[in-house]
T-cell receptor
Framework: GAVVSQHPSRVICKSGTSVKIECRSLDFQATTMFWYRQFPKQSLMLMATSNEGSKATYEQGVEKDKFLINHASLTLSTLTVTSAHPEDSSFYIC????????????FGEGSWLTVV | SQQGEEDPQALSIQEGENATMNCSYKTSINNLQWYRQNSGRGLVHLILIRSNEREKHSGRLRVTLDTSKKSSSLLITASRAADTASYFCATDATENQGGKLIFGQGTELSVKP
């Protein structure tokens, strides 16, 4: 079945630095990818929709200059957390779909970000 | 917020009992999906029910959908300790781009052996 891979699965970074998280579709071309954030004991909150070759669409309240999303190819979307702060520490998870997948959404395993 | 609501927020039962979780949402949907998440892990897709379906079964799982009330329920029968996890409903709204899921707040299920 279709697989979505995220990397890294865990990352620790210093406050003020930037960190990049990758989301790859391993055996299909993902026309659209979605990025979610999940704080401990909370639900997943959609951050942005990433379409290949175009700018990401951010949800209300999500800072696009802080959370840079790039979907340069049909198999890779990246989320860069810029100038990270401890409050950005969270679980980030991506999902992907493709034309013809019907209603099936494929989720990555998620990435734990800890900002110290 | 588009986010739906789930109740109960937490549920603790004994092994062998049934667990019922409810989900309410706000918009018209194409489908509603239920996911499971073990602590600190990714999501596991459990079941998808389309807007024109009222009930669906998969093993020990039974999902109902009432579009007039904008609500859904997930029933896990004969629960096991391994069912301990958080369960989320997610809606694929008709107004949104395909694949864009809005998650409910989740129910934390604890099944005691």
């Amino acid at each position: 079945g279709a697989v979505v891979s995220q990397h890294p699965s865990r990352v620790i970074c210093k406050s003020g630095t930037s960190v990049k998280i990758e989301c790859r579709s391993l055996d299909f071309q993902a026309t659209t990818m979605f990025w979610y954030r999940q704080f401990p004991k909370q639900s997943l909150m959609l951050m942005a929709t990433s379409n290949e070759g175009s700018k990401a669409t951010y949800e209300q309240g999500v800072e696009k200059d802080k959370f840079l999303i790039n979907h340069a190819s049909l198999t890779l979307s990246t989320l860069t957390v810029t100038s990270a702060h401890p409050e950005d520490s969270s679980f980030y998870i991506c999902s992907a779909s493709y034309r013809g997948s019907g209603n099936t959404i494929y989720f990555g395993e998620g990435s734990w970000l800890t900002v110290v | 917020s588009q986010q739906g609501e789930e109740d109960p927020q937490a549920l603790s039962i004994q092994e062998g009992e049934n667990a019922t979780m409810n989900c309410s949402y706000k918009t018209s949907i194409n489908n509603l999906q239920w996911y499971r998440q073990n602590s600190g892990r990714g999501l596991v897709h459990l079941i998808l029910i389309r807007s024109n379906e009222r009930e669906k079964h998969s093993g020990r799982l039974r999902v109902t959908l009432d579009t007039s009330k904008k609500s859904s329920s997930l029933l896990i029968t004969a629960s096991r300790a391994a069912d301990t996890a958080s369960y989320f409903c997610a809606t694929d709204a008709t107004e949104n781009q395909g694949g864009k899921l809005i998650f409910g707040q989740g129910t934390e299920l604890s099944v005691k052996p």
